[in-house]
């Protein structure tokens, strides 16, 4: 038996097999979608024998498979509730491990068309709850303002909820979207359309400068801006695990947060953690 081992062995290597590669899977935030694929596919033109897959859906969508074992690493633009941790305890008799992995400066969406240049947060706050409803009441032009924004299974959605409106009720006529990607195409293409969300996906529309309050200066999300904290409306991006990371998901991991990995964010769009 022992001989018909090692003749297996000799002619896997004579022809170039190799044992499976190891995989991992990243699930969650659409908003880090995009830089965790970028991170994926360098990292795995580095390491051949590692497989990352990696698929949106949501923040709350990613807490969801975390708490249910269908991926290894969620990526969540929110951080995760008490009740959610509670269930990852009672499941895993662990929290979860909480990695911070960037910095994204929320973004307010304009047409570039649009006169408004600045934005206060009780603007915004009025605007999303349904209380100012005309461009005209915030410098712009007289005209309806149409209002996108994402579903509420979205970090960004749950994030601008508490932050932003205080916990208020978005406003019923607002149109919810299921990805970042869809409400920059949208309000590109409406000139009287608002909407929020992730920095590195602001194209073919213009930022809103954001003032803290109306005796304040505004502020684009800028990396200068986000790192000083003058821009208001700042947040950490997330990867999370049930438990303490081991094996290739550390390594993976390890390298998001090294010199290099956070290279990548700049790159994409966001700002680095370090």
Partial sequence: MKKIIGLMTLVALA???????????????????ILA????????SKNNDVTIQVTGGGSGVGISALINGTTDICNSSRPMKSSERDKLK????????????AK???SVYLNE????????????????TGKITNWKQVGG?????????RENSSGTYVYFKDNVLGGADFTPSMQ??????????????DKNAIGFGGAAYAKGIKFASIKKDDKSNGYLPTAENVKSGNYPITRFLYMYTRSKPTGEVKN???WVLSPEGQSIVTKVGYFPVR
Wanted: avoid cysteine; aromatic fraction near 10%; charge should be positive.
């Fill in 15 to 33: 022809f170039g097999f190799r044992s499976p590669a190891e995989k991992i899977t990243v699930k969650g935030s659409d908003t880090i979608v």
């Fill in 37 to 44: 694929q970028r991170w994926a596919e360098i990292y795995m």
């Fill in 90 to 101: 009672q499941r895993y008799n662990s929290l979860g491990v909480e990695i911070k992995i």
């Fill in 104 to 106: 994204d400066g929320l």
């Fill in 113 to 128: 068309q649009n006169k408004a240049l600045a934005l206060s947060i009780d603007q915004l706050k009025q605007i999303y």
């Fill in 141 to 149: 032009n007289d005209a309806k303002i149409i209002v996108y924004g």
């Fill in 176 to 189: 919810s979207l299921p990805g970042t990607a869809a409400v920059v195409n949208a309000v590109s293409k």
């Fill in 252 to 254: 993976f991991i390890d």
